[in-house]
């Protein structure tokens, strides 16, 4: 596996569900990005990751609860979602150091909150 | 409010044109401006880069003009192919802090 890895790809949950989304990056980037694409709004910044830490916190709700046990993994714990959740999850990493700040992102994973 | 903002939902160019892509911030903090390129069921990827101490920046077929007066950049593809066909993203760091802010993007399409 090279690059960014998301699983699962897509998603379907109940409002009472609990879900996870995982992201793995084989890349030995310091930092770790949740991002997500409603349709037709720019790609929202959710959480930042630097060496395990989370740094930033977008004023995201508590139903989603990020997770990074060490610099390659990350994950996003779902719990009671609304249907207004339903989007595009993008995880991405960087180096993390001064200059250009280039993300790789993953895939994504889709998820439908019914 | 917000800072990255591409208002040209989407752009439609014939094959070995020019095809001209615009982004307008707002926040005079943003040092590098970055374009990414979505297609469907993939994640976007990274296309070229510019630093605000430059005007521009050309990789291959790709040029990135800055225009810091006006607040504005623009990518040029020339000439434009078919494998083009895709969603295009502005971004923007800097003021210190790591994330990138992302405009809407825009939908081009290169006909043959």
């Known amino acids: 596996e090279t690059g960014v890895t998301q699983t699962p790809r897509h998603l379907v949950m109940g409002m009472t569900n609990k879900k996870s989304l995982k992201c793995e990056q084989h890349l030995g980037h310091n930092a770790m990005y949740w991002y997500k694409q409603s349709a037709k709004k720019p790609l929202e910044l959710m959480f930042v990751y630097n060496f395990k830490e989370q740094t930033e916190n977008n004023s995201v709700p508590s139903r989603f609860s990020p997770e990074c046990p060490n610099s390659s993994h990350l994950f996003l714990h779902l719990h009671t979602l609304q249907p207004e959740d339903s989007a595009l999850y993008l995880c991405?990493?960087?180096?993390?150091?001064?200059?250009?700040?280039?993300?790789?992102f993953g895939a994504g994973s889709r998820l439908t909150v019914l | 409010d917000q800072q990255v903002k591409q208002n040209s939902p989407s752009l439609s160019v014939q094959e070995g044109r020019i095809s001209i892509l615009n982004c307008d911030y707002t926040?005079?903090?943003?040092?590098?401006f970055l374009w990414y390129k979505k297609y469907p069921a993939e994640g976007p990827t990274f296309l070229i880069s510019i630093s605000s101490i430059k005007d521009k920046n050309e990789d291959g077929r790709f040029t990135v003009f800055l225009n810091k007066s006006a607040k504005h950049l623009s990518l040029h593809i020339v000439p434009s192919q078919p494998g083009d066909s895709a969603v295009y993203f502005c971004a923007a760091s800097g003021g210190g802090a790591q994330k990138l802010v992302f405009g809407q993007g825009t939908r081009l399409t290169i006909n043959p």
């Open positions: 991405a990493s960087s180096q993390g150091s001064a200059g250009a700040n280039v993300l790789t």
């Open positions: 926040n005079s903090m943003f040092d590098y």
